[in-house]
C-alpha cells in the first residue's frame, strides 16, 4: 500500500539485469550532490526500457506469440528512438552544439554510447527470432519460410500471388546518368539489384521499393507457412527487368528524421503549416541504413554515400529487416499461442440493473464521483457513452473536448457531429501536433468544422495534451457541469492495451476550473486560478514540487508514491532527492524513462525505482502525497508526466482526488503494483536494472484482471 515502502527485492541468485553498470564510486556525497552523476540520460534509459519489452520476448513463460508481439514492438519502438532522438541527436552535432545534457554529456557522446548499447540489444534480438521464436512457432505449425525451402506447387503459388497482387504496385528505378539516385522514403523496405545488360555488358544499380501497402510476409494457402514479401519480390526480378540479367540483390531499409518542427510564430494558418511540414517531413535527413547482413562492399558504399550516411549510422541484419512485421503473425487465429482475452467488465456503478440499457451517466455521476480504469473496466460503456449520451440529451447545452489522438473505429467523433448538427454549442481542441498523428489529426478535424463544430488547433508553442471533457447541461435547479479527466486518449483502440485512469464527475469546483480551462484554450485569459487541477504550464511544475517539499519537511513520517511514465525533469529529481534526505520514504514506478539514481546513501537512500512491462502498457499517472492536504493525504491522476516537456511546453491537467473511496482505489492499484514479484524490474544505485523475483507471484495484470472481476455485481 502507499502508506508502506515496497519490500519486494531482486533475488540475491538468478538475477536478470538489464543496462550497463555506471557506479559512482570515489565522489563524495558533497560532491555528487553537484555532479552531473546524480542524473541518468534519458536515451540510455529509452533504451533500458526496450531492452525490458526485448525481455519479455526472451520470456519463455510467455505464449509463443505474445513473444512474437513483443519482438514486433521492440523494432518498431527503435524505428521511433531513430526518427525522433537519434535524429536530432544528430542535428545537434550537425549545428556545432556543444551544450552537455543534465547527466554531463554532448550529443556525440551520446551517439557513441548508443551505438554501442543497441550493437548488443539488435544482436539479442536477432538471437531470439532466430533460436527461439521461429523454431517454437515451427513446432506449432506456423513456419518462417525462404522461397528457396518451397516446393514446385508453392513456387507456382507464389507465381500466382506475385502476378495478380505484387507485381502491379512495384516500380523499379534504374540509376545511371539519365536517372539519379532515387529518393529512399522513411522506413520503406527495398531491394538493391545489381542488373546485367547482356547486350551492352553494363552493369547497372536498380532499386525496387516494396510497398508498405502489402502485408510483411506472404502466407501460403495452408495458413501457417509465411515466406518474406522481399524474397517473393527478389525471385521474380527477372519479371521486372525483361531482357536484363538481375545479379545479386540485398534488402535495405532506411530511417529519416521524422520529427516535426513548426516555427508557428510566422504561421498564419496552423492547419496549412502542419500540412506543409508532413510534406517535408518525407525528405527528412537520413539517420539510418539497415541492409542485409552479406551485402556487398559496393552496394554498401553506393548506399552510404547516396544516402550521406557514416559507417556507425550501418546496421547489418541476420534476420528480416523490421521485426515489426510480426503484427500480422500475431493476428492469426491462434488463442492456443496467445494470452487468455480480457473482456473489460463494466464499472459497477455504470452497470445497468436492465442489463441490454446503459445507466443514465448523469445521475449516476450526479450522485458521486466515478472513476473508471482502463483496460480492466470499459472505455465504451463509459467514457464513449457519457459523450454519446451528452450529444443525444435535450437538456446538453454545450459540449467541449480535447482531441490528442484518437481511432477510426471510435463513436467519440460521430457523437461530437450529432450533437453540433442537433444545435449544440461544440468546442473540440485537436492537437495536430501529435507526433506521427498530425495526418489523422488533420482529417478528423476538416470532418468536425463541416459539422459545425467549433475546431480550436492549441495555443502558440504548446501542444494540448490534456485529456479532458465538459459537459454543461441545464436542470432543474440551474447549470451543471459534467467533467471527464483521464490520463489517457479518446481512443477505445488504446483504451483496451493500455492501462489508464478517468475520473468522471460533477463537482462544481472542478467544472469551475475546466470552464477556465476551456477559456484559456479557445480565447484569451490571464493567469486563470484552479481549485481542484493543477495546470501545465503554469502550476503542475511548483505544485508537485511543493508536494514533495512538504513531504521531506515531514520527516520520517513523509511518504512519496509516485506512478508515471517517465522522470526526467533535473528540478524535481533533485527535489526528490532533498525529500529522501530528509527523510521520507519514496517509491516511484515508472515504466520508462527514470533519470532519478535510487538507493545512493546519502542522496537518495529512501528512494526506490520500479518499472512494471507486461501485457498492457501502463500509462496512468498517479502520484500520492500523504501530507497533500492539511487533514490527510491526496492523489493528482492526469496527463501529465514528470518531463521538461509536460511541465513547460504542453497544457496538462492533473486532478486531485479527493473522495475517500475514489483514494482507496488508488491506493489499491498502487499497492499492486509495489508488491508486483512476476513483471516487475528494479532499478539499482549503480543504474542498471534487475528483475524482481519473490514468492508472491503477483502479476499486476492478472491481479487487477482479478480484483475488477471481484468489484462486478
Keep these: ?76 519502438n527503435l524505428d521511433e528512438f ?52 521461429v523454431p517454437g512457432l515451427a513446432e506449432n505449425g506456423i513456419v518462417f519460410s525462404g522461397f528457396d525451402d518451397l516446393d514446385e506447387d508453392d513456387h507456382k503459388y507464389l507465381d500466382e500471388v506475385f502476378e495478380e497482387r505484387i507485381f502491379p504496385v512495384l516500380t523499379p528505378l534504374a540509376v545511371d546518368p539519365g536517372h539519379p539516385f532515387p529518393y529512399i522514403s522513411d522506413l520503406s523496405l527495398n531491394l538493391a539489384v545489381v542488373v546485367h545488360d547482356p547486350v551492352s555488358g553494363d552493369r547497372r544499380f536498380a532499386r525496387v ?97 547516396e544516402l550521406d ?68 473496466e470499459s472505455f465504451s460503456s463509459s467514457v464513449e457513452e457519457f459523450i454519446r449520451q451528452a450529444s443525444r440529451d435535450p437538456q446538453v447545452l454545450a459540449i467541449k473536448l480535447t482531441l ?25 481542441l485537436v492537437e495536430l501536433k501529435a507526433r506521427f498523428d498530425e495526418k489523422k489529426n488533420i482529417g478528423w478535424a476538416k470532418e468536425l468544422e463541416k459539422a459545425g463544430v467549433h475546431v480550436v488547433y492549441g495555443l502558440m508553442g504548446l501542444k494540448i495534451h490534456t485529456k479532458t471533457t465538459l459537459v454543461v447541461r441545464e436542470e432543474a435547479d440551474g447549470i451543471r457541469r459534467y467533467c471527464h479527466i483521464g490520463t489517457g486518449n479518446y481512443n477505445p483502440k488504446t483504451a483496451r492495451l493500455y492501462e489508464d485512469l478517468g475520473l468522471l464527475t460533477a463537482d462544481p469546483k472542478i467544472g469551475s476550473d475546466l470552464t477556465q480551462l476551456f477559456n484559456l484554450l479557445t ?65 516511484l514506478i515508472v515504466r520508462g524513462i527514470c533519470c532519478l539514481r535510487p538507493g545512493v546513501p546519502g542522496l537518495s537512500d529512501n528512494i ?9 502498457l ?14 490527510g493525504p491526496v492523489s493528482y491522476i492526469g496527463s501529465a508526466d514528470l518531463m521538461p516537456r509536460n511541465l513547460d511546453r504542453r497544457v496538462e491537467a492533473l486532478v486531485s482526488i479527493e473522495d475517500p473511496e475514489l483514494q482507496a482505489r488508488l491506493d489499491e492499484i498502487l499497492g499492486v503494483n509495489l508488491s508486483d514479484d512476476t513483471l516487475a524490474w528494479s532499478l539499482r544505485p549503480d543504474t542498471t536494472w534487475a528483475k524482481v523475483h519473490g514468492t508472491a507471484g503477483i502479476d499486476t495484470h492478472r491481479r487487477l484482471e482479478e480484483l475488477a472481476l471481484e468489484r462486478r455485481p
Design 523 to 587: 480565447g484569451f485569459a490571464r493567469e486563470p486560478r484552479f481549485e481542484r487541477l493543477l495546470v501545465s504550464p503554469r502550476t503542475v511544475r511548483p505544485g508537485i514540487e511543493e508536494l514533495i517539499r512538504n513531504e521531506g519537511r515531514h520527516g520520517t513520517d513523509g511518504r512519496i508514491v509516485l506512478k508515471m511514465n517517465s522522470l526526467v525533469d533535473p528540478g524535481l529529481i533533485d527535489a526528490l532527492y532533498e525529500a529522501s534526505q530528509a527523510g521520507a520514504s519514496i517509491d
Design 82 to 133: 531513430f526518427q525522433v532522438r537519434v535524429a536530432g541527436l544528430k542535428d545537434q552535432v550537425a549545428a556545432g552544439l556543444g551544450k552537455s545534457t543534465p547527466d554531463g554529456r554532448t550529443a556525440a557522446e551520446q551517439l557513441a554510447e548508443i551505438r554501442e548499447r543497441l550493437l548488443g540489444l539488435v544482436d539479442q534480438a536477432e538471437r531470439i527470432f532466430l533460436d527461439d521464436i
Design 209 to 305: 521499393k516494396v510497398p508498405n501497402l502489402l502485408p510483411r510476409f506472404v502466407v501460403m494457402p495452408d495458413g501457417e507457412r509465411f515466406v518474406p514479401l522481399e524474397q517473393v519480390i527478389a525471385a521474380h526480378l527477372d519479371v521486372l527487368f525483361p531482357g536484363m540479367e538481375p545479379g545479386v540483390h540485398y534488402a535495405f531499409r532506411v530511417t529519416r528524421n521524422a520529427d516535426l518542427t513548426l516555427e508557428e510564430e510566422e504561421a498564419d494558418d496552423l492547419l496549412e503549416a502542419v500540412e506543409l511540414e508532413l510534406r517535408r517531413r518525407r525528405f527528412g535527413r537520413a539517420v539510418r541504413l539497415e541492409v542485409d547482413g552479406d551485402v556487398s562492399e559496393e552496394i554498401l558504399e553506393l548506399l552510404t554515400r
Design 404 to 428: 490528442y489522438r484518437t481511432s477510426s473505429d471510435t463513436s467519440i467523433i460521430k457523437s461530437l457531429v450529432r450533437a453540433a448538427e442537433r444545435g449544440k454549442q461544440v468546442a473540440a
Design 309 to 376: 550516411l557514416a559507417p556507425d549510422d550501418v546496421y547489418h541484419c541476420d534476420v528480416p529487416l523490421d521485426l515489426g512485421g510480426l503484427w500480422s503473425v500475431h493476428g492469426l487465429d491462434r488463442p492456443d499461442l496467445k494470452d487468455e482475452p480480457w473482456v473489460p467488465i463494466t464499472q459497477p456503478r455504470l452497470t445497468s440493473p436492465e442489463l441490454d440499457e446503459p445507466v443514465d451517466m448523469f445521475s449516476v455521476i450526479r450522485d458521486g464521483d466515478v472513476l473508471v480504469h482502463h483496460p480492466y
Design 618 to 631: 501502463e500509462h496512468s499517472r498517479i502520484y500520492h502525497f500523504a501530507h497533500g492536504r492539511p487533514d
Design 1 to 76: 500500500m502507499p502508506g508502506e515502502p515496497s519490500t519486494t527485492t531482486p533475488d540475491a541468485t538468478g538475477v536478470v539485469e538489464l543496462g550497463v553498470p555506471r557506479p559512482v564510486d570515489g565522489l563524495e556525497l558533497d560532491e555528487l550532490r553537484e555532479s552531473p552523476e546524480r542524473f541518468l540520460n534519458r536515451e540510455l534509459s529509452w533504451l533500458d526500457f526496450d531492452a525490458r519489452v526485448l525481455a519479455l520476448a526472451a520470456d519463455t513463460d510467455q505464449p509463443l506469440l505474445e513473444r512474437a508481439k513483443f519482438l514486433a514492438i521492440f523494432s518498431q
Design 608 to 616: 526506490r525505482v520500479r518499472s512494471i512491462v507486461g501485457r498492457y
